[in-house]
């Protein structure tokens, strides 16, 4: 397991806190309190982890296949049904959409290899993830893959913890299957949109992993 890069600010600026706490609580209450010293060390020393947690990269074997359409992030589906896409298709599209929470993994992976063709960061509220607005009301950065077999929008979706959404692709960009290509901090969503007649392989509330799980095929 590494920790992404994302996560150094955060977690520098977490240490730092914990260790001002616990100086404070052991230098003034410690030999009055004795019991609320060690109280406030093990609270905020699970709040430090938890934040290291959130941040985690774990290892993985991924799945790389050129007929499959990979899920981006790790969470539980919560949506699958069809949709009339109005940012970039304008037609029907069959809508797949995966939650995180904040002790899933948060790094997002490319579903399917291919050329970026549209990279597009929206201002938007902040609902919750898995509002049925959130998909195009909330804070997002909408990106189309183009593959061999057809396009793919994925939507890296803001929720009301997650004011965070980090993504490293462009334009004219050639991305590999799996390959990282962006981050959303605490708690999320990921839409995919896929083309009318894609087979599914995963059900509603399905936990999924991001990088490892087939969502569906060409």
């Known amino acids: 397991m590494t920790i992404h890069r994302e996560g150094y ?7 730092l806190i914990f260790g001002i706490i616990n100086l404070t609580a052991y230098a003034f209450i ?3 309190l004795a019991w609320l010293t060690i109280s406030i060390f093990v609270l905020t020393l699970a ?9 985690r990269i774990p290892n993985r074997t991924l799945t790389v296949n050129d007929n499959q ?3 981006p992030a790790d969470g539980k589906v919560v949506v699958i049904e069809e949709v009339v896409d ?7 599209r069959i809508q ?10 948060h790094v997002n992976r490319n579903p399917v290899s291919g050329e970026v063709v549209y ?4 201002k938007g509220k902040y609902l919750v993830a898995w509002h049925p607005k959130s998909s195009t009301e909330n804070e997002r950065w909408s990106v189309v893959l183009k593959h061999t077999k057809g396009e793919i929008l994925v939507k890296q979706i803001a929720g009301a913890l997650a004011k965070r959404i980090c993504n490293y692709t462009k334009v004219g960009q050639q991305v590999k299957q799996t390959d990282e290509y962006g981050f959303i901090k605490f708690g999320s969503r990921v839409d995919l949109l896929l083309p009318v007649g894609t087979k599914i392989h995963v059900q509603l509330n399905e936990v999924v992993k991001g990088g490892v799980t087939v969502l569906a095929s060409w």
């Open 69 to 71: 359409i990979v899920c």
């Open 86 to 92: 109005e940012e970039y298709f304008k037609d029907k």
């Open 47 to 55: 709040l430090f982890l938890f934040i290291v947690s959130f941040f």
């Open 119 to 122: 990279n597009q960061y929206h």
């Open 9 to 15: 600010t955060s977690i520098a600026i977490a240490a």
């Open 96 to 105: 797949l959409s995966v939650f995180m929470s904040p002790a899933n993994v």
């Open 30 to 32: 410690s030999e009055s």
